[in-house]
Each structure stands twice: as C-alpha cells, then as structure tokens.
C-alpha cells in the first residue's frame, strides 16, 4: 500500500488542516517500516505557541521526569497517559496515546520511541506532538495543561493512492459508518473511547473504518472533533479516493479498503476504573521491541 501526504492547505476555515513544512513524511511498504508525523510547534485556528526550554533547565529535567514516570508506569493499563509534573512556569504536560488495539507493553515502547524521534526532529521544543508508525501512538507535551480539552489542530491527512469514479454509493455508506463509529467510539468510558467497524458492497473492496478520541473529551468534543473529519471525506482532500485518513490530537479517523488495518478486537483494560491494578497481566513478549502492524 502507498500513501500520499497532501501538503495542500484547505480552503474552508473550519477545516484547516495545518500541513506545515516540518511535517515529515515516509513511506514504506513493509511491516518493519517505521513512520514518524509530527509538528515541533503547536499550532491550530486559536493557538500559536512556539518555545524553545534550554538544555538542562529545569523545565527539561521535569519532561525527562515526566517521560520516565509514563514508561515506567505499569499500573495504567488502558494507554491513556494524561500526566503533568513540576511547577509553573516549568510545569510540563504530557499526553500519551495509544490505538486502541495496541496492548499496554507495546503502548509504552510506541510512545518510548515517539520520544526519541521527537527529542531528535524537534530538539528542545516545548510543545510538539509526534505520531508513531501509522499512528499506533500520538506523544505530546506543553506548557500548558492539555487535559480535558479539544485540539483539533495542528492536523494533517493522508489519502491513498487507490481511486475510483461512481462513488456515491460507496460515500453513504462510508458516511453511515464513520458517523456510526463516531456515536459508538464518544460514548466511551474515561480510559477508552475507540470503535471500529467494516462493510461490504458489490463491486468494491471490503471498507474498514476505525474512529477513536482522546477519552478525557467529553461526548461534545468528541462529536466537533470528529465532525469536520468526516466532512473531509467527500470533499476536496480525499474526495474519490478509497482510503484516508485525518489525525489530530484530539480524535483520529481512517479508513481503508481491501485490508484491515486494525487488530479485530480492541485491547479491553483487564480492570474497571475503580478496581486496583491487576497483579499480573495476560500480555506476551514484553521485551519485544516490535508493534504489532497487520
Ligand atoms: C509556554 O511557553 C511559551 C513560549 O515560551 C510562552 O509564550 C507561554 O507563555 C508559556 N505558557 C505557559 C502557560 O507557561
Ligand atoms: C527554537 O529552536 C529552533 C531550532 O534551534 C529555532 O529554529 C526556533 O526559531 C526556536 N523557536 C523560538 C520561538 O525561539
Ligand atoms: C547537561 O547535563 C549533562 C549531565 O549533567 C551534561 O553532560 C551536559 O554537558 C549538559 N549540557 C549542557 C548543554 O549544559
Ligand atoms: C526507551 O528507549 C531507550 C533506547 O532508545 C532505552 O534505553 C530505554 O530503556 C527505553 N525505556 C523504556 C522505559 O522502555
Ligand atoms: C524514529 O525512531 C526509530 C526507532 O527508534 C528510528 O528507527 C527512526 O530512525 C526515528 N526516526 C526519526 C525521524 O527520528
Ligand atoms: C488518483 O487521483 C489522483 C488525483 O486525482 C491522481 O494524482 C492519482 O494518480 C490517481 N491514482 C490512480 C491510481 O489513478
Ligand atoms: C487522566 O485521565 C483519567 C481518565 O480520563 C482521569 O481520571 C484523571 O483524572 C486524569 N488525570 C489528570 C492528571 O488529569
Ligand atoms: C466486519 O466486522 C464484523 C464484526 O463486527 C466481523 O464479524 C466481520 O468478519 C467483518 N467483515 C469483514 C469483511 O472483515
């Protein structure tokens, strides 16, 4: 499978999507293939934040404090980590997540890695976001607390290659499904909020979607988030194309056709949110550095 990354910049003022030059790009065919997105400021319709930290400040050593207390952190079993450590004005703020498929083990070697690609595209930046090998996971940090709220923005899409004519009947039913999947997937709990979902029609290939927001957003959000997604679909960005996909920081929509693109099940947290943490934990290879990618 090939993608193309637009860099076009959309005309309608709801919908930018801030596709800046230092947004990098990579292709690869294969499952070992590594793709790494990112934006080393944070920028979107209402906000503009540039900043460098100096090496060594203390706003550095409260990030690496707050990095280490994310991978260390064993009890979160669900692959949101919302975290923030130190004091203002060098408090740092931290948002890590994974898709909602990926395990907890994995979740946590995908957002190590994100860290260590940010830290080298985006050297001393205070608030970059980075997503990690076909967005299994989304690091990002700030000086600014980023918990419970919307950011649509900065976003980018991709679409793919495939293309077809005649597609109307393709798009309601694609419409039908992500805006069922958006329903399903803002209706979650606290700790995930992440559905996926599939149909078939003659004469096309089979269609996956997978919808999924960051789960401290309210029904809301969720729902102004995802809306201006969806309504890319159909036109200028992926209009006629058979596979696409919008990231944001706060929800993320894909779909494609003719391969799943996700595991068929997503990761259940073992515990509900009120129980302890588990003991132990029914997930394999640990140690293993790879990310599971059908
Ligand atoms: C975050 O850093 C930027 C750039 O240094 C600064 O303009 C802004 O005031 C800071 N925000 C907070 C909440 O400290
Ligand atoms: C931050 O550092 C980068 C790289 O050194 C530089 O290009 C950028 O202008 C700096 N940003 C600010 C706001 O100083
Ligand atoms: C930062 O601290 C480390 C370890 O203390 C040191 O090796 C390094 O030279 C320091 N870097 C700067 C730019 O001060
Ligand atoms: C993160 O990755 C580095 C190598 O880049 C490794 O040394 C470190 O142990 C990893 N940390 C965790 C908690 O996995
Ligand atoms: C991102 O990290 C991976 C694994 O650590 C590495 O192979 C890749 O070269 C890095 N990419 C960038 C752009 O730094
Ligand atoms: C799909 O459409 C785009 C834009 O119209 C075009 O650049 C691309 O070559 C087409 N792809 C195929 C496989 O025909
Ligand atoms: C992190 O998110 C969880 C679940 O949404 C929430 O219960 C918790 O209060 C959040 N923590 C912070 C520091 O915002
Ligand atoms: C579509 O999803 C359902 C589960 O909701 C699954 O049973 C079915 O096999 C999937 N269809 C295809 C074509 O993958």
Redesign the pocket.
Known sequence: MKI?LSLRTLSFPCCLLFAASNLAYESHASVTSQEFQYFCDEHSITIDIKGNYTTNSTYHTNLNTLMSNILNNKEIDYSFYNVSYGEYPNRVYAIGLCRGDIKPEQCRTCLNQSRANLTAVCPNRKVPIGWYNDELCMLRYSNRSIFDRMDNGPAYYKKS???TTDLNEFNTKLNDLLNGLKRKASSGDSRLKYTVGNFSLPNFDDAYGLVQFTPDLSGEDCDNCIAQSIERISKDCCK??MGDRVVRPSCFMRFETSYQFYRPTAYTPPSPPASPPPTTTSVTNPSSGSIYYP
Do not use: A
Request: hydrophobic residues 15%; proline residues 0%.
């Open positions: 193309f290659d495939k293309n006629d194309s």
